[in-house]
């Protein structure tokens, strides 16, 4: 086993005070991370921070204004270094990631008429279909790219096979939130660019789990969720700078055409951002302790952004050791069905989400009965409703979804499958 293989980074468990909760004296498992992450102490005192110190609007001559101001800043900053983005106006904070792509959609749909084309794909999250559905108003035709059901990849030929002269953009995910599939993004930019079509990526599931460097990807905007990445619940969209200043926003007339204020609706949440900047810096701060490891892959970075991209080096290298371990884990409920990657081999292809089905209980009778026992778990199609549908699985409730993040470890998953073992014994009632 190499140096890297063994990175444990369970020490960082003691950052997340929810860690420490228990259920009827038992520690609670969170493997429900796919839905949202556990905040580190951290986050959560910088936005008490905020709120008790700085709490104002922006712009401000007076004191706790120019403190909000230096917030916003260093937050657009921390995910600029955390994306690799050329500059933090090049970053875009939101509701979420759902309210931002509707807006972006909305206003690219503008350079777009009848005739003109979108391609999707079937292992995306609804919040990257829908927005671009609703473009099916202005006559934009939307065509879904299929996935190899065998083991959830996306079927790339066919993803080609849709893009022709009149596609003016692709949406694509990074990751799926329900069975793990990491895309290969930097295919469907090529393909994309074959046609000068834009590339639009849901990055949502990737951010918590591997370095996610816009400039390598070559996309046009990427979005993502500080509550899936440890910090709360706040919206980001990096877009590239010439797209931002092209693009109209629908905004109040008074409010500034200068970037990123321009895609910034209304007040924001300040609170959001400043945790959203502690989440980064939580981050960093687990890099420092990982770059001697990842010297090779650290070169041309420097600051904050070697150490975000060591964070994530040693993130996605531990994370495979649970994937490993949850594959083995399987072998010990043979009731248990996975869909998607299910190689061992092939860890490196997926972040570690897992879907299960169980033929005699439903996918919510099985997190029921997991809850009871502490761990908590989703059920259902979590918003994936095109890839959950194509696995047939819309009408037996989805699939139970079992997803680790960086402070689970393997010793939880060992428990949960003792509790599937004992649970698949017995007869749901
Ligand atoms: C892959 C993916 N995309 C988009 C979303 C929506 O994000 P938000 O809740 O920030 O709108 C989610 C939420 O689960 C997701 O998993």
Redesign the pocket.
């Known amino acids: 086993m190499t140096s890297r293989a063994r990175t444990d980074l369970s020490r960082y468990r003691a950052d997340f005070p929810a860690l420490t909760m228990k259920q009827d004296d038992r520690p609670l498992v969170f493997f429900d991370n796919?839905?949202g992450t556990q905040v580190s102490l951290a986050v959560a005192e910088a936005m008490q921070r905020y709120l008790l110190t700085a709490n104002a609007n922006v712009h401000g001559p007076f004191l706790t204004s120019r403190r909000t101001d230096v917030v916003l800043e260093e937050a657009h900053a921390a995910m600029a270094d955390l994306l690799n983005a050329s500059g933090p106006d090049e970053i875009v904070f939101g509701q979420?990631?759902?309210?931002l792509?509707f807006a972006f959609a909305r206003s690219l749909g503008r350079e777009m008429g009848a005739g003109d084309e979108i391609v999707v794909t079937t292992l995306?999250?609804d919040?990257?279909i829908a927005p671009w559905l609703a473009l099916q108003e202005r006559g934009v035709v939307v065509r879904c790219a299929d996935i190899d059901p065998a083991d959830c990849t996306l079927d790339y030929a066919n993803l080609h096979g849709l893009i022709n002269e009149r596609t003016k953009l692709v949406a694509v995910?990074l990751?799926?939130?329900a069975v793990g599939t990491i895309n290969d993004v930097r295919q469907v930019v090529r393909m994309a660019r074959e046609v000068g079509a834009l590339v639009y990526v849901?990055a949502?599931?990737a951010v918590p789990h591997f370095p996610v460097d816009v400039q390598a990807l070559g996309c046009d905007f990427l979005?993502c969720?500080a509550?899936?990445f440890f910090g709360p619940?706040q919206?980001i969209v990096w877009g590239k700078r010439e797209h931002l200043e092209r693009l109209t926003a629908y905004k109040v007339r008074p409010a500034s055409n200068e970037l990123p204020s321009k895609w910034e609706t209304g007040t924001q949440s300040h609170e959001g951002q400043a945790g959203t900047l502690a989440a980064v810096n939580y981050l960093a701060s687990v890099g420092r302790d990982h770059m001697e490891h990842y010297q090779d892959e650290l070169k041309l970075l420097d600051g904050r952004r070697a150490e975000l991209r060591a964070a994530m080096l040693a993130i996605r290298d531990y994370e495979q050791t649970l994937s490993r371990h949850f594959l083995a884990g399987m072998q010990t409920v043979p009731e248990l069905t996975l869909y998607g990657i299910a190689d061992p081999q092939r860890v490196a292809e997926r972040v570690p989400t897992f879907a299960v089905t169980v033929p005699t209980w439903t996918p919510q009778q099985l997190s029921a009965a997991l809850a009871e026992r502490g761990f908590a778990t989703w059920a259902g199609h979590?918003?994936?409703l095109a890839l959950v549908e194509r696995l047939g699985r819309l009408e037996g409730g989805g699939m139970l979804r079992i997803g680790c993040a960086h402070y689970n470890t393997a010793a939880e998953l060992d428990d949960l499958f003792a509790a599937l073992q004992e649970i698949v014994t017995i007869n749901p009632s």
Do not use: I, R, W
């Open positions: 796919p839905g979420n990631m759902t309210s792509t995306d999250h919040a990257n995910g990751a799926s939130n849901d949502v599931q979005a969720s509550y899936k619940h919206g979590y918003y994936a």
